[in-house]
């Protein structure tokens, strides 16, 4: 508009506000179901050996209910925009896993660990809680690289001075009270791979020596060096502790965020040549791994020999006799498999007395709960966000993959927890948190994406 000569331009109207919509009620209804879902496993047990509702199911969907809710207001309160999945899957994985530890104590009277599970969960909801409502943005965790990495490495260390258990130096055991620092360990790890190779991402990916057959560009030693001195010495010391799964779990972490990182899909040549490599060095020097190697390779051999059948032969029969439907919980026999069956071999139970159907219907919650970490690291914008939330999701779907193929007899068996499921406080408090940093990175992603509710 013109007037006397002089040219007024007219202010262009304010963008809308979008207001961004969390779904938080959608996530207290998965919740719900989730307690509802767990409370019923519960009574089905208790049917099914007793034909009587169990006294305590009342308390047990009371308490679970109760840490559910208060881990749910303070997503409410706190990360209003998370993604409304991640926080009832780990209620639904973690009260089936109450569910078969109570199960399985049924058959093991004079070894109760049901109870100092539930202790155990309940301070693992306490640590999400205190993560969601401390840590306000993610980033701020960059600024702690190096001593995530200095405690990972004090965590793996300590448990050598301990006494071996079950032929593992990975427990710290102090007047009966037990912890595996391992499991700490890597999330602290992830946190520090994530953050340096973020800090250097360009000069991993376009500097150096390029191979072209493996179609990457090795770094130089400056860069690639720290990282690969902190890979080697944890990998070393849980070797030296004959830790092998976590030590498989810590390798994958490192080559999957080196391609993510990258984006050269070199690296994945080069992890499997590597793990190759060390797989057969290990398997041919260490007895303790090599006796797992002969057991895989032949699962029915002590059955052979006239020895019994072993704990692979007990898991494979518990995967048979479930069949499509499963036993019926309270029905199975898994507990042939000895003194790891609420521990490694828990996902047996769960297969006999579940069947096919069921423990699919497991792995589709771990598969929903990578998933949606992946999601989240695709959506951010940050690269220390991105790599630490696809670090996350990856450590559980590793996790998974190497205890599942171990109890199938797909792969050797390693020796780890399931993921909320088994038996096992420092797991379970450490998946917790976990799926808090899950929740706060979704949080994050949904807030720089500005756009709809998580789907």
């Known amino acids: 508009m013109s007037k ?15 207001r961004l919509t969390g779904r938080r009620g959608v996530e207290l209804a998965l919740i719900v179901l989730a307690v509802l879902l767990s409370v019923y496993g519960y009574c089905a047990v208790g049917l099914a050996r007793n034909g009587t509702v169990p006294p305590g199911a009342a308390g047990y969907g009371a308490g679970l209910g109760v840490l559910a809710l208060v881990a749910h207001l303070a997503v409410r309160w706190r ?49 999400f809680i205190m993560v969601v409502l401390v840590l306000r943005d993610h980033r701020v965790l960059q600024n702690y690289t190096y001593v995530c990495v200095t405690v990972a490495l004090v965590l793996l260390t300590v448990p050598i001075l301990f006494p071996a258990v079950n032929g593992a130096r990975i427990w710290i055991r102090v007047a009966g009270f037990s912890i595996q620092p391992g499991e700490f360990a890597k999330v602290l790890l992830a946190v520090f791979f994530a953050a340096y190779l973020a800090a250097n991402r360009g ?6 020596r390029r191979v072209r057959w493996l179609r990457l560009r090795l770094p130089t030693g400056r860069v690639l060096g720290p990282i690969v001195a902190v890979w080697l010495v944890s990998v070393g010391v849980l070797v030296l502790e004959r830790d092998l799964g976590t030590s498989l779990l810590f390798f994958g972490l490192f080559v999957v965020l080196l391609y993510v990182a990258t984006g050269r899909t070199g690296w994945i040549a080069v992890g499997l040549l590597l793990a190759s ?17 002969e057991t895989w390779l032949h699962p029915f051999g002590s059955i052979e020999a006239g020895e019994g059948p072993n704990q692979i032969a007990q898991s494979l029969f518990a995967f048979a006799e479930g069949g499509t439907l499963g036993t019926g919980l309270g029905l199975g026999h898994s507990v042939l498999i000895g003194f790891a069956v609420k521990s490694d071999f828990i996902l ?55 205890i599942a193929g171990g109890v199938t007899g797909l792969i050797p068996l390693t020796g780890m927890a399931m993921p909320f499921l088994a038996q096992g406080g420092s797991s379970v408090v450490t998946n ?11 949080d994050s992603a949904r807030r720089q994406g500005g756009g709809g509710a998580p789907r």
């Open 79 to 127: 990360a209003p925009c998370a993604d409304p999945v991640l926080l009832p899957i780990g209620v639904l994985l973690n009260g089936l896993g109450l569910v078969l530890i109570y199960r399985l104590d049924l058959e093991t009277p004079g070894d109760p660990a049901a109870p100092t599970q539930l202790i155990w969960s309940t301070l693992g909801v306490a640590l």
């Open 203 to 208: 000069a991993l990916t376009y500097a150096g």
């Open 348 to 402: 047996a139970t769960a297969g006999e007395e579940l069947g096919l159907a069921g423990l699919s219907a497991i792995f589709l919650l771990y598969g929903l709960l990578v998933e949606r970490g992946y999601r989240a690291g695709l959506a951010l914008r940050d690269p220390f966000g991105r790599l630490l939330a696809v670090g996350l999701a990856s450590l559980v779907a590793l996790q998974v993959f190497v």
């Open 277 to 293: 490599l060390g797989a057969v060095a290990v398997g041919r020097l260490e007895p303790h791994v090599h006796h797992r190697i």
């Open 4 to 18: 006397a000569g002089i040219t007024l331009a007219t202010a262009d109207p304010p963008a809308p506000t979008v």
């Open 432 to 442: 917790w948190a976990i799926v808090a940093l899950l929740v706060r990175l979704s």
